[in-house]
């Protein structure tokens, strides 16, 4: 198995700080629908990729707080707020907005990981700011945050092509496209973890464009 960015700056990311003060906090909310029904749909990538994270740090994502399910971890010297809104996708927003009062992160250190249909399956593609894209999770909490300048990652989910876009992403991944979904989930991981330690502009220079992890979820566009 070739190695992951993850495995190479193990050491970086984690090295002997762990019992060291946190000295910033970073926030990263992971968008879906609530509910078993929409488990494992194309909308609900943003929730894998918060479960494969928390899974690496060694925590589970369960308190109730915010309207959202929430937990604390470590990397290094950094404190991640690990975020799943439970309000559904078009009210991701309020969740997103309290915890990052709460917790006193500017929005310059808030990272939401979401599905997109403009992008093929697999595919990342790292922003630190801009426009929601039609994307109604991400519209509400721009609505709600009062500013776009937040970073967000975006995972290819595929074009609806003539189907309806709405039954589109409610929908699952084929078995042509789960291998994909499966190693840019984790591939989003490596990405979410180097963001919080490297910060944006870093993250985008190395996983949008087929930096040294290059994998179907990295091509340079």
Known sequence: MTETPFNTLN????GSALSKPTTSVKLIAGLGNPGPEYD???HNVGFRVLDVLAGRLGVTIRRRSFNALVEDAL?????LVLLKPQQYMNRSGHAVATAAGYYKVAAGDVMVV??????PTGQLRIRAKGSAGGHNGLKDIIAQMGTDSFARLRLG???CGTRDAAEYVLS???STERNAIEQATEQAVDAVLYW???GTAAAMNR?????DGQTQGNKKE
């Not at 996983?207 to 930096?211: A, D, I, M, T, V």
Request: charged residues 30%; without cysteine.
């Open 11 to 14: 050491d970086l990311l984690f």
């Open 40 to 42: 494992g749909t194309r």
């Open 75 to 79: 990397l290094g010297d950094v404190k």
């Open 114 to 119: 979401l599905d997109d249909m403009a992008l």
């Open 157 to 159: 989910v595929g074009d």
């Open 172 to 174: 699952r991944f084929g």
């Open 196 to 198: 919080a330690k490297q």
């Open 207 to 211: 996983y949008n464009s087929g930096g």
